[in-house]
């Protein structure tokens, strides 16, 4: 009986217009899921959800949260998040589906995945740039990803560029 | 399309099947519909999540029979798609597509509560020929009562066949009814699937439907044809060809 343990996933959320994807905040995306968990899962769900579920973190440049489950019904209500179809972030329908990559045990795990992924995705946008500039900066970014926190801003500012480019 | 796949690219899956629907009513003389060839639909294929790759994009034809006659084994215009379905509505067709059809994938309805019963016998002979079983997941995620439908289909067609040579498909129309690999595994588990069983029938189960598709376009799996840019003949490549058979040209 030594530590309380609690699996979390890391998801993507897809839009189809990538300008929705600022509107998000982690209280409509808790919404959603308890929501959706009600809806498959009944009363059952919703107790099981209310236990330890929170958005950890939420991205809304790339779409990525956190999200943590204890760790004993983590599946059941993994099984509710395909079902997902919108979420109703102030008052606006945002149409999205929620994309699982990863289950790890501690958020530490969670985020060396992440970096992994990200650094995946900056190699995919390589391809794409449509100026040396760009490609240098992503050349930057991928060689700086690390666990010191720096990471995850590089991605952001890639991205931000990237869309203004395309 | 060009969002399905690249979504579908994106979500990490290497081979994407575009299917066609045929439903031959009482009028006879009813085409089949010939597939649009892949560069007009979609352009530059994109890369998938995860490999060097780009997505590999595939016809496919389903055949919604309700009368023994309604597909014909050896149909010319059947040549032009890559996989073949059947989706039987009555308890001998099912018994026959099982068993005589010559074809990879048998749909299960998940939009109506199933007319009969699974039986172990076509189904074992279904399973050793080689032929898989498909369970869409995109009516779910639309309606509740869908969703009955689906899971009391699934679980029913599960007690029989214990959950082998299944697959779970998308039937989605546009790119936000598409989910994740690891998504749809759990979703298996909601269907009744075990967990090894869910794993295998988004992975190893689907690429087996490929090789069958293609063993069952060839000679046993021997000789194969090739397009050729040019319009002269001489094309079969593959292992052998025995010499009384003439290479096939397209």
Redesign the interface.
Known sequence: MVRVKSRYLLCEI?V?DRSELLKLDDRAVARAVKAAVA?IHGDYGSALCSIRFCVKYLNAHTGIVFLRFPKGCY?LL??A???I?SIESRGQII???????HVGGTIRTCQRFLIRYNT?QLH?MLPKCKNEEEKKQIQESILSCSLMGRNNEAFEEELESEEDGE | MQSLVETAAHLGFSTVAINYVFEPTAKKKQEVPSPMPISELIGQLPVVQGRSRPIRVLNRLTVVMSEASHFRPSATEYRAFDLLAVHPTTEKLFHTTCMLCDVDIICISVTEKLPFFFKRAPINGAIDRGVVFELSYASALRDTTMRCYTIANSVCLMESCKGKNIILSSAAEKALELRGPYDITNLGVLFGLSEADSKEAVSSTCRAVLLHAETRKTASGIVYTMKSQQEVLQDSAGSEAPAAKRPKTT
């Open positions: 897809n189809s809806r599946k993994w099984s998040l395909p079902f179809t149409s999205c589906f929620f994309n699982c990559l995946q995919r």
